[in-house]
């Protein structure tokens, strides 16, 4: 048990700093496990306060001079994580000097190393654990940092901004110096230095100014970075040509690292990335990996101005620029790519991962009021939902108003560190639309429920809509205010065009809308492209989901409209099971998924996604208890009879999209591979020996990893003796390659075949996994706890108990990694009364544990409800 309750920081409580900073001087000696770090700074008071609080965390301090005077211990007090010095004059320079420990630090959040190369982690509060400083966003400053190492160990060092100095130095040592002309916090600070391959290449801004791109990598992966560098100059350009946002500095650099807390880090013109998100090459990457390097590169390039130029003032604000900067990468993929489908794509994130999040114990707003470890907020929330806050605007003001209040924005505050009401007020002012009611969408948490009623009169040649909204109390939060949320609605005639459509704008509680002169009794298209991330009840007929799926012109509202089917139709299925009736087959719906499969009209990546049945966490999500055994059953049995009723449709469509051409990673080509390959995977369910052939064909003979992976996980899950030989065979092709490898443990995570929690357990033991890697844990562990609902849900517990094993056993190594997988435990109240003993009896083993860290504990707590 914690003795003492870690403290809970408040919003509410915020004040500026006590002073700012003229500028740092940083000096690197870089030494494994024993680096000096000298951090000068110039500080000046910001109002009549002479007392200095700087955050410090595991740092040795070695001496502390102020204005050239060496400091006896007397004359500051080091408590805790904290360093604190009074009497101060208003202006003076302070010369910390610590000594840190990169290669023990295996929090990596700091400086810390990664296959022996030496890198940063700083946000959100990283670089108090390389030096004493007030580790806060709103502090702004110019670094200049010197890097001296060892040049047979690190011949290349890195730092933010331009590279200005550079000298042999004595012992086999260099150094260098690096200065960032922008003033940034110092949660952007980057450093990197060791042994690194570069990729290079060049871009010309708008402007005509040429920037170096550099791709750093380790020895051996030069040829997998041409997705990464295509992807960044395709974003350099976009972001000119839809935001005349252009690059500011003559460099910029991205580093892969193998050891990394999260996707990638946005640091000044050094941007650190997980390799996951750069290293992509057809025979170890897969679409879905393509994808992804092409919208993390992206998003990071786009923090340049929403993060770096124009920050938050404190970390309460991080979806000022998360939400927005996630906004513009969904923007960006809709422009690469297809945008019903990327739209599609990001709803289903946002339901997988947010909506559970808003309706669970965990709950918070865009904007959260409080927080013990910051690093428990860069959740989906803060992301995903802050991105559908950002998107409504955008669909309340249009794309022009929209650009007139980003110009604005950083006409404001460049240079600045702001709130998210700073940007709101650049959008109202920039269109004259008043947001103010809509600003709750950054302060009340929960997904709001939005229900539908309503009715046509012919006579009248009227139709009548009534909406009523309801937001549910989420911890913290007992009342709740009404909304403003944009409503997209189309009223679908007969042949299938739209006799009316129209953005409404839901601001009361209940609201009815009457549309005049409509002909004849429409089919109601609601929420169309999800215009506002709510729940909605709608009084539908199979009939008119039917007509929706084959007419509505929104290609959201087409494949939304199958969704409602199909979760329709599971949960009542699912019902049947649980009177232990039998289930009868629903021919219209497996007929409306025929005419999609062969609608020559319809993108194959659009197909693929309307063939995707609602996952199990979705149809948990609607479940008053969940039952984790009907919902597969349910499932199984569905795929089953679409199998067996669209054989021949599938089989064609698979042989007719099977191609022997080169790979290339392109919208097109990957979205007819996803077809080819669900179609597969329908085919693998029928248990037949020649599909079986066929499947076991595709995997040994694919030229591509997307295809080989498809296989895989179709075998994963099929109980034959080819399946152990293909998953032997896997491992032996690409044990040397550590991303491919995270495939192999995610797959056999996955599988929905009995004794998973045995092999999981199993693999943790392999010499392929390490706890010590994220990616590892995330693979293995993350996948069985969070994906695998009906194994780690298992009856007898024993799925809970391996979770809170691996919890305590991580949050010793790394917290936050530790603390990010806790969630699953905290939806204990979905379960039945069994379950939700073992659950809540496992977080309070979790909580009980000496030693917890305070992002565990957090997370641990709150999911337990107290
Ligand atoms: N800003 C980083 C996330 C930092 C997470 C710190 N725990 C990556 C991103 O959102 O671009
Ligand atoms: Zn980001």
């Not at 007020?425 to 309503?454: C, H, R």
């Not at 698979?654 to 077809?675: H, I, M, V």
């Not at 498809?710 to 044990?735: G, H, M, Q």
């Not at 030693?851 to 107290?866: F, I």
Request: one cysteine or more; a negative charge.
């Amino acid at each position: 048990m914690k003795t003492e309750h870690p403290q809970t920081i408040r919003l509410a409580d915020y004040q500026e700093p006590a002073f700012l900073v003229d500028s740092v001087d940083l000096v690197f000696d870089l030494e494994p496990t024993s680096t000096r770090v000298v951090c000068a700074a110039i500080y000046r008071a910001n109002g009549d306060q002479d007392t200095l609080v700087l955050d410090g965390e595991n740092l040795t301090l070695l001496s502390i001079a102020l204005d050239g005077r060496t400091l006896d211990d007397s004359e500051y007090t080091v408590s805790g994580d904290t360093l604190t010095l009074t009497n101060l004059p208003d202006m003076f320079e302070l010369v910390v000097e610590t000594e840190i420990d990169p290669k023990g630090n295996t929090h990596l959040s700091g400086l810390y190393q990664s296959s022996g190369n030496y890198c940063t982690q700083c946000e959100a509060q990283g670089f108090r654990r390389i030096t004493y400083f007030q580790d806060r966003p709103d502090v702004m400053t110019r670094y200049t940092v010197t890097i001296i190492a060892d040049k047979d160990a690190c011949p290349v060092m890195l730092s933010n901004g331009n590279l200005v100095e550079q000298s042999e130095e004595e012992d086999g040592k260099h150094l260098c110096v690096w200065e960032d002309p922008f003033p940034k916090p110092s949660y952007l600070f980057a450093l990197v230095a060791g042994d690194l391959a570069c990729v290079e290449d060049t871009f010309t801004t708008k402007s005509g100014k040429n920037v170096d791109l550099r791709i750093f990598v380790e020895h051996g992966n030069e040829d997998r970075c041409d997705w990464a560098m295509e992807s960044l100059k395709a974003s350099m350009k976009w972001d000119e040509d839809r935001f005349d946002l252009e690059y500011d500095l003559d460099l910029y650099n991205i580093v892969a690292v193998s050891d990394f807390n999260m996707g990638a880090m946005e640091n000044k013109s050094l941007n650190v990335f997980n390799t996951k998100y750069v290293l992509a090459k057809s025979d170890t990457a897969t679409d879905q990996d393509y994808a992804g390097v092409e919208a993390v590169i992206a998003h990071e390039y786009f923090h340049n101005w929403t993060g770096n130029r124009v920050t938050c003032r404190d970390w309460f604000q991080l979806s000022l620029k998360e939400g927005l900067t996630v906004f513009r990468d969904q923007e960006f993929s809709s422009d690469m790519r297809s945008r019903p489908t990327e739209r599609i794509s990001n709803v289903k994130i946002l339901r997988a991962a947010q909506f559970p999040e808003d309706g669970g114990p965990l709950a918070h707003p865009v904007r959260p009021d409080s927080y013990i470890a910051i690093d428990n907020f860069y959740t989906a929330t803060v992301y995903n939902k802050g991105s559908e806050v950002i998107r409504m605007m955008h669909t309340l003001l249009g794309e022009e108003n929209f650009q007139k209040g980003m110009k604005l924005y950083f006409e404001r505050h460049d240079g600045e560190a702001v709130t998210c009401d700073d940007f709101a007020s650049a959008m109202m002012d920039a269109s004259g639309i008043d947001l103010n009611q809509f600003k709750l969408w950054y302060s009340q948490a929960g997904t709001p429920e939005v229900t539908a009623d309503w009715s046509y009169e012919r006579e009248a040649k009227q139709f009548s809509l009534t909406l009523s909204q309801h937001l549910a109390p989420t911890p913290g939060q007992a009342g709740k205010e009404v909304m403003h949320m944009p409503i997209a609605i189309g009223l679908v005639g007969q042949d299938g065009k739209d006799l009316h459509s129209e953005v409404l704008s839901l601001k009361e509680a209940k609201q009815t809308f009457i549309f005049e002169g409509i002909a004849e009794e429409p089919v109601l298209s609601l929420n169309r492209g999800f215009s506002a991330p709510i729940r909605l009840k709608a009084p539908y007929t199979q009939d008119q989901l039917a007509f929706l799926m084959a007419n509505d012109s929104d290609e959201f509202a087409r494949w939304e409209a199958a969704q409602t089917y199909a979760t329709d139709l599971l949960l009542s299925m699912i019902a049947t099971l649980q009177k232990e009736k039998t289930i009868t087959q629903d021919s219209r719906f497996i007929e409306a998924l025929k005419t999609t499969l062969n609608d020559p009209a319809l993108d194959p990546d659009y197909i693929a996604l309307s063939l995707q049945l609602p996952t199990e966490g979705y149809l948990a999500e609607q479940m008053d208890v969940v039952d984790v055994d009907a919902i597969h059953q349910a499932r199984e049995i569905l795929r089953l009879f679409i199998a067996r009723d669209l054989k021949d449709d599938l089989l064609a469509k698979f042989r007719d999209l099977r191609s022997d051409s080169p790979y290339s990673p392109d919208a097109k080509s990957a979205g007819e591979r996803a077809l080819k390959n669900i179609c597969l995977a329908y085919l693998g369910e029928l248990n037949d020996p020649a599909f079986l052939a066929l499947i076991t064909a595709q995997y040994h003979n694919a030229n591509n990893m997307t295809d080989r992976m498809a296989a895989l996980s179709i075998l994963a899950n099929t109980d034959v003796p080819v399946r152990a030989e293909v998953l032997e065979n896997f491992y032996t092709r690409f044990k040397d390659d550590p991303l491919v490898v995270d495939k192999w443990l995610s797959v056999q995570a996955m599988s929905c075949l009995p004794k998973t929690l045995k092999t999981v357990k199993k693999l943790m033991k392999h010499e392929a996994f390490s706890i010590k890697n994220p990616n590892k844990v995330r693979s293995l562990i993350g996948v069985f706890c969070h994906a695998n609902q009906l194994h780690y849900h298992a009856v007898d517990g024993n799925g809970y108990i391996f979770h809170a094993d691996r919890i305590l056993e991580l949050d010793k190594i790394n917290p936050q990694i530790a603390a990010r997988m806790i969630a699953p435990l905290g939806k204990w109240r979905r379960f039945d009364k069994a379950r939700q003993k073992l659950m809540k009896e496992q977080l309070k083993r979790i909580i009980a544990t000496e030693g917890l860290s305070n992002d565990a504990y957090e997370m641990a707590t709150k999911s337990l409800g107290k």
